[in-house]
């Protein structure tokens, strides 16, 4: 999906709109008689604001905060001066982010939550302990728990003793509200961190304080079943699972922990009590056959038949999905035969052609598609899903021809469509083919150039895949401005800087993306870093966690290769 720019205007018309605020701010400033920051002297500020955003542009962070920095001082605008902040903390200026905040406080003096949440990452990078205090504890004070999270988990890659220490602070002070989901961050925070000790004390503070709320068993289960002990996992479930009266919501979330701990039949058999309908039904399916368990499958198909005298279409729909994975491949084309109505038509010839392509009549199935792909009477998306569906196909045949082919004449349908040469700038980079891959990645860039992904898929295949680390590193922090808390991008950022030799800097980033996301590509990434470092014990445990989440990743591969793990 397109990401739009985070200001919402186009570089030029924003320009425009800037040099109007800008003069207002001075003036209505020099009214009001404020006592303002030195300006910087000949600097004019749209000038230095059109330096900052095309160094922006060009990843270039610690440049254009020096330009937003000054075109802020210039033109006495506080939205400027924190622009500059936010930017110098993402590239790593410390000293650069202070004089921004600096500025932005002598232009705002009155605190705001934002400027106390960056005061404090400022302070806790810096190991400063009582301001970063005294910034958590402003923010504690006025709700703003989330701000707080945010800042002690900004600081984990440089700081992590420090943040433990506050974050046990904060929970044995009693600075968190009575509210469960500011429990639960601190205490996932606390997991992902490996901190058993401040774990368990948060646990015992949610099961003191909300003693009969079944999220709290959810919660000791997860945080048990991350720490590896999933007999104790299952144990705290128990309760929850005997209970007929939980609401839909925590019953899916039970059924999703029962899935996570490797027993998707269990998680089925959760969703199968209380009310159902098509979505509990599908999901049902979908876990039983991920649990390979062929006779409730069956049983499930035959429940689903009962319901089938009425000509409901989404039921039918589904009847033919589910005989699909009982491989009843003529009771599925029967099945989708009879889905009545227009308006699941479309769906139908996919699933048809995907179910001829399982039969082994691969001419049959590809010819279905051709169908689709040219029926100007469908829907574009439709249209659009054909030829993807068919390079997915050719893919799984081994087609290396046919599945560039099928994308050729999506992109010939459907010039510059944003999806369609994303994927085929994947299934590029999966035949090894980095220069059509970038081209692809480059041609959505021109079209949009603040497509996050994009700027972090070609940074990373830059990175992983060639020696061009410099203008990949340009690409992620263009990414990383415009979502500083994605963990794959921070994972990305991390992943260059060790291919540029900062191993240390390399590592902070990567815990902190692992702390924010459990990912095969992280953990083989973080394991790859120690190993290189000496840390061959902890660099086993993080393959093991790979392994654990997908074995055959293939950042874990290469890994496991270059390291000889």
Known sequence: MPIPSRFGLRPLLRFVLLAMALALLSACAQDAGLARPAAAAGVDPMEAAMAGEFALQGGQLPEAARHYLDAARAAQDPVLAERATRIALLADQDALARQAWDTWHALSPQPSRDQHMLAASLALRAGRQATARSELAALYAGGDWQMALAALSGAVGKQPGLVVKLMGEA?????????????????????????????????????????????????????????????????????????????????WSLAGEYDALGDPARAAAVLAVGDQDESSYAQRAFLLDKAHDTAALGALYEELKRGATNPNPLRRLLLGQVAELLKRYDESLSWYASVPGERLQSQVRLRRASVLHAMGDGKAAYAALHAIESDAALDEDARRSGYQLEAELRSKDKDVAGERDAFARALAAFPDNLDLLYARAIMWERQDDIARAEADFRRILVIEPDNVATLNALGYTLADRTTRYREALELIDRARVADPGNAAITDSYGWVLFKLGRTTEALDYLRRAYALQKDPDIASHLGQVLWVLGQKDEARKYFDEARKLDADNRSLQRALQETGA
């Open 171 to 251: 929970v044995d002070g009693k600075a968190l509200p009575n509210a469960l989901d500011a429990w639960l961050g601190y205490g996932g925070l606390a997991e992902r961190l490996d901190q058993q000790a401040l774990v368990d004390r948060i646990v015992a503070q949610v099961v003191a304080r909300f003693p009969d709320d079944p999220r709290v068993a959810l919660l000791r289960a997860q945080l048990l079943r991350q720490s590896g002990k999933l007999d104790e996992a299952r144990a705290a479930l128990a309760p929850l699972d005997a209970s007929a009266r939980l609401p839909a919501n925590l019953r």
